[in-house]
C-alpha cells in the first residue's frame, strides 16, 4: 500500500551523513573529549588492553584510545579518513566489548557502536564526505 512511497524518500546519502553526524557528535561529546583532556584517565584506560593480551604501555593505550574516540569522531562527522577512523573506532568498541562482557548493559552498547562502525567500515562515507570531495 505505502510502496509509492519508498522509492520518493530513499536517500542513502543523506542517511549516511546524519549517521555519521549524529554518531560522530556523539563520540565527541560524550566520550571523547572527556577522555582525551584528561591525561589521567589514559592508564586506566589502556590496562583494558591486557583484555587482548597487551599489557605494556598501558598509558600510549590509553592515549590511543582516546585519540581514536576524539578525533576519529571528528573526522567521522566530517567524512574525512572515514575507513581509518572507523577501523579504530571498531578496535576501541572491541576492547570495550570485552571489558563489559559479563554485564547485560554495559555490553549492548559498545557492541551496537561496533557494529555501526564496521558498517561505516564497509559502505563509506556516501556521497555528502570530504572523502568523496577529495577524491
Known amino acids: 500500500m505505502l510502496k509509492w512511497l519508498i522509492p520518493k524518500f530513499a536517500y ?9 553526524l549524529g554518531i560522530g557528535a556523539s563520540f565527541i561529546i560524550h566520550h571523547g573529549y572527556d577522555k582525551i583532556a584528561d ?23 590509553g592515549f590511543m584510545a582516546a585519540f581514536a574516540e576524539f578525533f ?37 552498547y559498545p557492541l551496537e557502536m561496533l557494529v555501526v562502525f564496521l558498517s561505516l567500515f564497509l559502505i563509506g562515507p556516501g556521497k555528502y564526505s570530504l572523502d568523496k570531495r577529495l577524491r
Not at 591525561?39 to 593505550?61: A, V, Y
Open 12 to 20: 542513502p546519502d543523506f542517511g549516511l551523513l546524519l549517521l555519521r
Open 72 to 108: 576519529g569522531s571528528i573526522f567521522l562527522a566530517l567524512g574525512l579518513f572515514t575507513r581509518p577512523a572507523t577501523l579504530l573506532l571498531s578496535i576501541t568498541m572491541l576492547v570495550a566489548v570485552l571489558k563489559h562482557q559479563t554485564a547485560v548493559e554495559g555490553f549492548a
Open 39 to 61: 591525561p589521567g584517565r589514559w592508564k586506566g584506560l589502556g590496562e583494558q588492553m591486557s583484555l587482548l593480551g597487551i599489557d605494556f604501555l598501558p598509558e600510549f593505550w
